[in-house]
């Protein structure tokens, strides 16, 4: 339980920071984000990204001995919907913009919200 809150926390000091107009679109929408990823960070996207992208942030979960990831994952991705995100009206609309990850790869999300000034 204390390390999921971590997790939690994670996210979202990251996706606040980073994206601080998305974050509060998506609250005065009245979707917070964390209701967003919530099933990300439990069941570490296998729900989510297809199954290869999920056994490659394994692979970086086991090279690094941490979960930690997750969280940064799940930052990566609402940061990379920003655009998308800019256009919600509604919580359909958000729903409807995180709806299917399969197309996203984990290792350029990461490296873009890690290393990009």
């Given amino acids: 339980p204390r390390a999921s809150r ?5 996210f979202e000091d990251l996706a606040q920071q ?13 979707v917070h984000p964390l209701s967003i990823v919530f099933s990300w960070l439990f069941t570490a996207f296998s729900n989510y990204l297809n199954p290869e992208q999920v056994l ?7 090279a690094y001995d941490s979960l930690l990831i997750v969280p940064v994952l ?6 990379f919907r920003t655009k998308n995100l ?11 913009i995180f709806d299917d990850g399969t197309k ?12 990009a000034t």
Avoid: G, M
């Fill in 6 to 10: 971590a997790y939690v926390k994670c």
């Fill in 18 to 30: 980073r994206n601080p107009q998305t974050w509060f679109k998506c609250v005065s929408l009245q």
């Fill in 56 to 62: 490659i942030l394994w692979d970086r979960v086991v």
């Fill in 74 to 79: 799940a930052a990566a991705i609402f940061a």
């Fill in 86 to 96: 800019e256009s919600a009206e509604n919580e359909q609309d958000i729903q409807d």
């Fill in 104 to 115: 996203l790869r984990v290792i350029p999300l990461l490296q873009h919200f890690l290393f």
